[in-house]
T-cell receptor, first 115, second 115 residues
Framework: SAVISQKPSRDICQRGTSLTIQCQVDSQVTMMFWYRQQPGQSLTLIATANQGSEATYESGFVIDKFPISRPNLTFSTLTVSNMSPEDSSIYLC????????????FGPGTRLTVL | AQKITQTQPGMFVQEKEAVTLDCTYDTSDQSYGLFWYKQPSSGEMIFLIYQGSYDEQNATEGRYSLNFQKARKSANLVISASQLGDSAMYFCAMRGPEGANNLFFGTGTRLTVIP
């Protein structure tokens, strides 16, 4: 399985600021996703990061709030913009090769607290 | 649309005993995949086991096995010989509708292993 790293591992931010989270994979992968896990909740997909084109966002998530870049097949960033305390969550990137039997592997997550 | 239901918010098991974590699902897809992930307190999501809808045998991975009952739409995780390190949240997940590559997650079960 791919080795996935995320930076930062955790951060405490002030409301109104923005934070960019990086996801790095040690091999080229077809699919990259960003998920959010609010405190005590399950994971919710934010968007699919598409290499060389705009990300595909799920209902309830917009590009102005969560801009995503994916310049190549091993790297992606998620920015949480104009943060509020409701954005306090664990943000996880995951990768896969696509297809019905594909297993998705997750990065270690970024634990964000917004004051 | 996909739906994953985990009805056990919390479970306790004695060390060295076996435990079953329940998961039921609903989908209109003919072909689908089911996954189980473990999330320790550190927040990372660890892939445990995968079951394809057309797999004739139940999946097994070391101490983990999946009790797949297609007619009942259930995919229960069985952990044998529980260890203290098994204490964590466990999430059942399935791929998005019509073969979409993202995952839908259940609400999770918190497992506590008692020494």
């Amino acid at each position: 399985s791919a080795v996935i790293s995320q930076k930062p591992s955790r951060d405490i931010c002030q409301r109104g600021t923005s934070l960019t989270i990086q996801c790095q994979v040690d091999s080229q992968v077809t699919m990259m996703f960003w998920y959010r896990q609010q405190p005590g909740q399950s994971l919710t997909l934010i968007a699919t990061a598409n290499q060389g084109s705009e990300a595909t966002y799920e209902s309830g998530f917009v590009i102005d709030k969560f801009p995503i870049s994916r310049p190549n097949l091993t790297f992606s960033t998620l920015t949480v913009s104009n943060m509020s305390p409701e954005d306090s969550s664990i943000y996880l990137c995951s990768v896969g090769t696509g297809g019905l039997t594909d297993t998705q592997y997750f990065g270690p997550g970024t634990r964000l607290t917004v004051l | 649309a996909q739906k994953i239901t985990q009805t056990q918010p919390g479970m306790f098991v004695q060390e060295k005993e076996a435990v079953t974590l329940d998961c039921t699902y609903d989908t209109s897809d003919q072909s689908y995949g089911l996954f189980w992930y473990k999330q320790p307190s550190s927040g990372e999501m660890i892939f445990l086991i995968y079951q394809g809808s057309y797999d004739e045998q139940n999946a097994t991975e070391g101490r983990y096995s999946l009790n797949f009952q297609k007619a009942r739409k259930s995919a229960n995780l069985v952990i044998s010989a529980s260890q203290l390190g098994d204490s964590a949240m466990y999430f059942c997940a399935m791929r998005g509708p019509e073969g979409a590559n993202n995952l839908f997650f259940g609400t999770g079960t918190r497992l506590t292993v008692i020494p």
